[in-house]
């Protein structure tokens, strides 16, 4: 078990979502926070909700797709925190639309984010965890670093990117003060599908659908997934699954590999 009072965390995409409920239960069990996002009205707020008494909390207007002010962000935290235990690598995109109608621009500013953004951060952050006495790295994945719907080939291909990049990392610091936690949520009930881009080719008719089929998808709060994720972070596992929705895809997809979307598919007809 990691003891998280008077550990120093960052967290990316913390404005608001996943990232806001992470960093409220981290900074429930005593944590320090060095927050990111490039919201700092939503960081403020975030910042504000998990104010406590012997909480030093930072705020920091960042975008993981620079890479100048990722590799300078190191230096920014360690100014105003002593060392960092806990990277949390959660901020993130979305874009509809199928391969052919995402322009690759689009497809490029999505990978940059959700997959470059986890390579730099743990790059720049790596020293730092090594230097700690006991560090865990969370890279945020999805369900959809589990299975791959139709109309989600950028997300996707992100996602078991970041997954692929976690485990192996994982086994390369095997026997290091360093532990890599990957996570998987489901249908998480945050505005990544609101906020969402969008194909151009896209139809008024398509993004209807498609706004409708996920929102009704995202039905877990926000804090419930990030008691979940912290409860994992304090047992260092490698690996959480988050949500039944999560779960159950996951168990179809190893049972039918390759057929698996049109099992979960039908069910969710």
């Not at 944590?31 to 012997?54: F, S």
Request: charge should be positive.
């Amino acid at each position: 078990m990691m003891n998280l009072a008077g550990k120093t965390a960052v967290v990316t995409g913390a404005a608001g979502g996943i990232g806001r409920a992470i960093s409220r239960s981290l900074a429930r069990r005593g944590c320090h926070l060095a927050l990111a996002d490039v919201n700092e009205a939503g960081l403020a707020e975030t910042a504000e909700l998990a104010a406590g008494a012997g909480r030093r909390i930072t705020c920091h207007r960042l975008d993981v797709a620079d890479k100048a002010a990722v590799a300078a962000f190191p230096d920014i935290v360690t100014a105003a925190h002593p060392g960092v235990d806990i990277l949390v690598n959660n901020a993130g995109v979305a874009i509809g639309g199928t391969f052919e109608q995402v322009a690759e621009a689009d497809f490029e500013w999505l990978i940059d984010i959700n997959f470059w953004g986890v390579v730099r951060m743990t790059r720049a952050f790596l020293p730092l965890l090594r230097a700690s006495n006991g560090a865990q790295l969370v890279n945020i994945s999805s369900l959809f670093g589990l299975i791959a719907p139709p109309g989600q080939t950028a997300y996707c291909a992100s996602k078991f990117a970041v997954r692929g990049f976690s485990e192996s990392l994982r086994h390369e610091l095997e026997g290091s003060s360093v532990g890599v936690t990957t996570v998987h949520p489901g249908g998480v009930a945050t505005a990544i599908a609101r906020n969402a881009r969008h194909a151009l080719a896209q139809t008024e008719t398509e993004l209807i659908e498609a706004h409708r089929r996920y929102e009704k998808l995202l039905t877990m709060p926000p804090e419930e997934a990030g008691e979940i994720i912290v409860r994992a972070v304090e047992q260092r596992r490698p690996r959480i699954i988050v949500g039944s929705d999560a779960r159950n895809a996951s168990f179809v997809e190893r049972l039918f590999p390759v057929t698996y979307w049109k099992l979960i598919n039908y069910r969710r007809a």
